[in-house]
């Protein structure tokens, strides 16, 4: 069965440039979640589109934007990188918010900022 | 405000039935309370989800009392691979799941 794909698996970037990570959510899916994990930490929620409106909004910083384009796949832009931006970020992608196969996740991206 | 509250750690051994409580005392009308399971670097995987009474599926069972103010995640004989941290969540239409503290579960041999 497709997953949601997310490129790439690693990034290494130096502070203060730019990353874009990308997300191809599972086809039919019409909501898409990011969600930042640090090291040692529990998934924080970012942002989340429906039908490529953002829909929701969590604690991303405003150096970040994010956007779900026409064909439902979906960026997460980080400019002005800290150190501390370093950490797995995943995207998921479900039928609804009230899926009731929940969300799928993606095997995230592993950005390390140096 | 923490809406979901579960145990930080739990040990067990392959071949027992594993029941992770979880407390949510502010429970919502309108919220779903599923779980999720995650493995070290990996994406979270959903679980289950219920809403009242009992919900069962090929790996796990949910029960949910009446008032719904807490819920039990049921595994039957787990086994080593089933080590992962597991989080119970609340989740309603048009708001993203919000993950808490979930529960690092220790399947030994």
């Known amino acids: 069965a497709a997953g949601v794909i997310q490129s790439p698996r690693h990034l290494i970037k130096e502070k203060r440039e730019t990353a874009t990570l990308k997300c191809y959510p599972i086809?039919?899916?019409?909501?898409v979640y990011w969600y930042q994990q640090g090291p040692g930490q529990d998934p924080q929620f970012l942002i989340s589109?429906?039908?490529?409106?953002?829909?929701d909004k969590g604690s991303i910083p405003d150096r970040f934007s994010a956007q779900q384009f026409s064909d439902y796949h979906s960026e997460l832009n980080m400019s002005s990188l800290e150190l501390g931006d370093s950490a797995l970020y995943f995207c998921?992608?479900?039928?609804?918010?009230?899926?009731?196969?929940?969300?799928?996740f993606g095997s995230g991206t592993r950005l390390t900022v140096v | 405000l923490a809406k979901t509250t579960q145990p930080i750690s739990m040990d067990s051994y392959e071949g027992q039935e594993v029941n992770i409580t979880c407390s949510h005392n502010?429970?919502?009308?309108?919220?779903?309370i599923t779980w999720y399971q995650q493995f070290p670097s990996q994406g979270p995987r959903f679980i289950i989800q219920?809403?009242?009474t009992k919900v069962t599926n090929e790996v796990a069972s949910l029960f949910i009392p009446a008032d719904r103010k807490s819920s039990t995640l049921s595994l039957p004989r787990v086994s080593l691979s089933d080590t992962a941290v597991y989080y119970c969540?609340?989740?309603?239409?048009?708001?993203?799941?919000?993950f808490g503290k979930g529960t690092t579960l220790s399947v030994s041999s």
């Open positions: 589109f429906y039908e490529k409106m953002q829909s």
């Open positions: 998921a992608s479900s039928l609804g918010y009230l899926d009731t196969n929940g969300y799928t």
């Open positions: 086809p039919r899916h019409d909501t």
């Open positions: 219920g809403y009242k």
């Open positions: 969540l609340l989740n309603q239409a048009g708001t993203a799941l919000i």
């Open positions: 502010n429970i919502a009308t309108n919220d779903y």
